[in-house]
């Protein structure tokens, strides 16, 4: 059996002469006895049975306790606490990028116990999360109802990616900083998993895929994954071609039009052929688009509110909401039931839905409703909202939509564009993930600490709500050059590496399962449009940013469209 590599103790390791202390076994504080030695002692282990127990924080081994009374392997908080102390000098503050804590043999922080990590934490004196000051009573609800989007991201530039806010008697801790959110999305995701905000949609979706965590989310997710596969694309590029064909039909006459509502039909349209197979009239559709986007605001109001009313008080935020729920479960709940009742079955998600993978059990009537639902409101409002905006950016740039109806031309020639042919467009999917960068539809994404833990250095207490911001990464200076500027240059070429601050998806295991038919849809969209029509504004004055449950404009976007000869 090869020799373990000999552990480090948690201790504050800032230069590269403690780092190579740490590997040799000594400890970092400078003293010549084995880390792991003193860490036996410490926590009373002897030999038992013929042969050392040796074990570490991560790991049941059968063990003799120093009262000779059998115990497991994993020490309890009071050793560690001791050991940490006497090694390391762990009870100093630790601050700054340079400061880590540091395993070879086990990494102790992510194999301890929760209570062992907490208690671990106290001994090394992280300090609290710095509040932002100002506010009065209620803190910086008022700040942050009115504007949820920039107003964590000034802060956020100010105190170096990381902030607590008070919400009444609550406090958040925003983040802002790429590393962060990487830390809490992915690498730690296990410990920040979704908390009140997505709880929320549930008053809508029920146990929808974005409102859920935890085994019920796996089971649903791996059921729906291969409904999103590169190789189911070709169908949304054939819906998306037809909706943005017969909605820019009727620009011919060169009357306004307000781009909001132009692309939420495109939108509806698309979702209706992709997730149900059926066109989805315009009347309908814009009675839907206006129950949904009035029940978001109703949400987003619920999320920051000191009191929330249960579902049944008659209150207007349940009012909405309920009303909603209706509306969507009345429409989808029919085409539903229809399906199961035996109808044909065409190629569409709610048929992958219904059928699932080989190894899935049938999900009962309420759980198809509650993913239908998410799909739908979910795959309407967050792409209408990137389409709005793509369209105000193309009358704003006419020479990126002349570079990107010279990009097309020997490409295209005329026709719609194929997912194959995305790889030849680079110009395109650039314009496209820059507007997501400048107007990101999610402009931020809460998570719960489930056990206390550090972030940036600093200790975030069980039960406090993380908030990234999408919005303030996306526009902070530090990353970007020019951040409130629109330049789909910057991912072409070299700059493509820019790409790993761009996160409109999330990242993660929740990142969105629909992230490539969105893409596709937009830049199928764009291509036509570009092809067929020049965009002019109407209005000179700058368009100002609301942040509802998505970022949309604060007024309507009017425009007029011109064929393009």
Known sequence: MPPRPPAVCLARITTPAAVQA???????????????????????????????????????????????????????????????????????????DDTMFLCPRREFWHFASPMTRARALADAALPDLPVLPGGGVL?????????P???PATALQAHDGIVALRLGPR??????????????????????????????????????????EGDLWRARRRRMQPSFRADRLGPVAAATEAAVAATTRRWTDGAPI???????????????????SIDIADGQGGAFADAVQACLAQLMRRNWSLVRWPLWVPVPVNRAVNATRRTLEEFLGIELDRRLAGAPQPDDLLAALIRGRPEDPPLPRAALLNELKTLFAAGFETTATALTWLLHLLARHPAVAEALR???????????????????????AAVVEEAMRLYPPVYNMGRDCAAEDALGGYRIPRGTTVLVSIFGIHR??????????????????????????????????HQCIGNHFADLELVVALLHIVQRVRLD?????????????????????RLRPVPQR
């Open 22 to 96: 740490a590997g040799s076994g000594r400890c970092a504080s400078g003293r010549g006895r084995s880390a792991r030695a003193g860490f036996r002692r410490q926590a009373g282990w002897r030999r038992h049975a013929g042969r050392s127990s040796r074990t570490d924080p991560g790991r049941r081994t059968p063990a003799r306790l120093a009262d000779g009374k059998a115990g497991c392997g994993r020490p309890k908080a009071g050793p560690v606490r001791a050991w940490a102390a006497e090694r390391a000098g762990a009870r100093r503050r630790l601050s700054g």
């Open 139 to 147: 803190g910086h609800l008022r700040a942050m109802a009115a504007a």
């Open 149 to 151: 989007h920039s107003f």
């Open 171 to 212: 406090r958040i801790a925003a983040i802002g900083r790429p590393d962060l959110a990487r830390e809490v999305l992915v690498t730690r995701a296990d410990r920040y998993p979704r908390g009140r905000i997505n709880r929320n949609l549930g008053a809508v979706i029920g146990d929808g895929l974005l409102a859920t």
């Open 258 to 276: 307000d781009a909001g509502r132009e692309a939420q039909r495109i939108a509806m349209r698309v979702i209706g052929r992709v997730l149900l």
């Open 406 to 428: 010279e990009e097309a031309a020997p490409v295209l020639g005329g026709r719609a564009p194929l997912p194959g042919d995305l790889p030849r467009l680079p110009l395109a």
């Open 476 to 509: 902070n200076p530090a990353l970007w050059d020019a951040p409130e500027e629109f330049r789909p240059g910057r991912f072409l070429g070299a700059g493509a590496a820019a790409r790993r601050n761009l996160l409109p998806y999330a990242w993660g295991r």
């Open 537 to 557: 504004p109407l209005e000179t004055a700058p368009v100002g940013l609301r942040g509802r449950t998505t970022l949309v404009p604060d007024r309507p976007i």
